[in-house]
């Protein structure tokens, strides 16, 4: 690499809005590289089944959509170079992205690094993802119709995810950890109105019961120390997402749960700045909302390198 070589545009972050700004800014004729620690896709590439992302009547893998993903931007000029960012330097003019395979100078950066779920950190939980324990109801609620699953968590996004799983599965299990909901009210009422969704109260999962795929789970009553079992196909963690937003910490100004503050225009507290993606304050994280916000990424960049060029 050129060590003085000055980039329109720097992507940290090869998920759906990355490569997607990767697309749209390559296609726009700027000069454009994606820092990509592992491999296209993100936490997309997770997904064994994708069926709700536009073009794929048979579904996808999210392995192979990033790929395909990737291997568009690149045709058009992106180029991916495969490194850990370790810091970031966003007031600087250009702006500076160090990593393991050196520094990397920009005039302007996308941000799309992502948020990861919360897990229950029990054993074998990670082992039976995708056979049975699933993170995002949206995505994988499709698999479990006319069965039985458990939702864990109480507030906001576990009941919405609870009332999405609802209209799917046969029955749907809330487990929370305490005796009543963190959800707003609104949601609160319709669930409790919702004839095929059960609660376990003062309850907490302690061990995935499972052969090829799960079973059940073990519960343990928080108030008693009493232990029971509960048959499942399915079970969603839905206790919250974590942003990876480390590296911008004290230089992007984030929301009360720790996402990039940036709106529909992703434009962040630093000019030439971009969120994208999971990384981002949004209503919606889905594939579909990342790549929106890719498109307009750049063409927010295209303003403001128009505006400061020399």
Known sequence: ???????????????PGGYTSALYAARAGLDTVVLEKLSAGGQMALSQQIDNYPGFEDGIDGFTLGEKMQQQAEKFGAVTEYAEVSKLELSETPKRVVTSSGTYLGKTVVIATGATPRVLGIPEEQALVGRGVAYCAACDG?????????????????VADALLLSRIAQKVILVHRR??????????????????????????????????????VRLKDTVTGEESTLACDGLFVSVGRKPATELVDGQLTLDDHGYIAAGESTETSIPGVYAVGDVRTKALRQIVTAVADGAVAVHMAEEYIARNAK
């Open 1 to 15: 690499m050129n060590p003085n070589h000055v980039y329109d545009m720097i992507i940290v972050g090869g998920g």
């Open 142 to 158: 499709m698999f479990y119709r006319g069965k039985t699953v458990v939702v864990v968590g109480g507030g906001n996004s576990a």
């Open 179 to 216: 005796d009543s909901l963190r959800a707003e009210k609104i949601y609160h009422d319709q669930l409790m109105h919702t004839a095929n969704v059960e609660f376990r109260w003062n309850s907490t999962v302690t061990e995935l019961l499972h052969d090829e795929h799960l079973t059940g």
